[in-house]
């Protein structure tokens, strides 16, 4: 398995700023994912997190919006940018040993 | 990605029944995954699945690969109020891809 761990664990944050959530694993990982889960929704994927070159995002999901940085094998950011309430959910980072993933604690992330 | 289709959608049960749910998809896949979230938490793995028609335990939780790789199942035995929460099928074709997700089932046990 891995451990994983997001900060921040919450935030309540105004419209239209951004907020940076960090995501740190203790052992070195080639993939890292970021998923978000609206309230009582499934997760849904944002993008693939690579090492040394841009992130891969999903249909729906943009760079502008959504930047994603990984500067080495064991840690991530995603900066969810000029929120709105819509971008209220769990922001949850996850990383993959073979074919299985193993995920973070998620953050909280409320926008009034 | 590929939605699974998760069933029931929700449960509520009593402590010590029994609870199944499974998970369909049009797709074969090559690993089905079964996580538990807790209010508050990420989703936690309980079973992971990698042969067709595999059978794996862990505890009281038993799951299946189904034999067209299109579909799994998880059992939970006589269940206790600490199964409560929500469970997740997950599966994937390839080692180190992202991952389908079913829409979840909740589940509430009472004492």
């Known amino acids: 398995s891995a451990v994983i761990s997001q900060k921040p664990s919450r935030d309540i944050c105004q419209r239209g700023t951004s907020l940076t959530i960090q995501c740190q694993v203790d052992?070195?990982?080639?993939?890292m994912f970021w998923y978000r889960q609206q309230p009582g929704q499934s997760l849904t994927l944002i993008a693939t997190?690579?090492?040394?070159?841009?992130?891969?995002?999903e249909s729906g999901f943009v760079i502008d919006k959504f930047p994603i940085s990984r500067p080495n094998l064991t840690f991530s950011t995603l900066t969810v940018s000029n929120m709105s309430p819509e971008d209220s959910s769990i922001y949850l980072c996850?990383?993959?040993?073979?074919?299985?993933?193993?995920f973070g604690p998620g953050t909280r992330l409320t926008v009034l | 990605g590929q939605q699974l289709n998760q069933s029931p959608q929700s449960m509520f049960i009593q402590e010590g029944e029994d609870v199944s749910m499974n998970c369909t998809s049009s797709?074969?896949?090559?690993?089905w995954l079964w996580y538990k979230q807790d209010p508050g938490e990420g989703p936690v793995l309980l079973i992971a699945?990698?042969?067709?028609?595999e059978l794996t335990s862990n505890g009281r939780l038993t799951a299946q690969f189904g034999i067209t790789r299109k579909d799994s199942f998880l059992n939970i035995s006589a269940s206790i109020p600490s199964d409560v929460g929500i469970y997740f099928c997950?599966?994937?074709?390839?080692?180190?891809?992202?991952?389908?997700f079913g829409k979840g089932t909740s589940l509430l046990v009472t004492p």
């Open positions: 997950a599966a994937n074709s390839n080692s180190g891809y992202a991952l389908n």
């Open positions: 997190a690579n090492q040394g070159s841009e992130a891969t995002y």
């Open positions: 996850s990383v993959a040993r073979g074919y299985e993933q193993f």
């Open positions: 699945l990698y042969k067709a028609g």
């Open positions: 797709s074969i896949f090559n690993t």
């Open positions: 052992s070195q990982v080639t993939m």
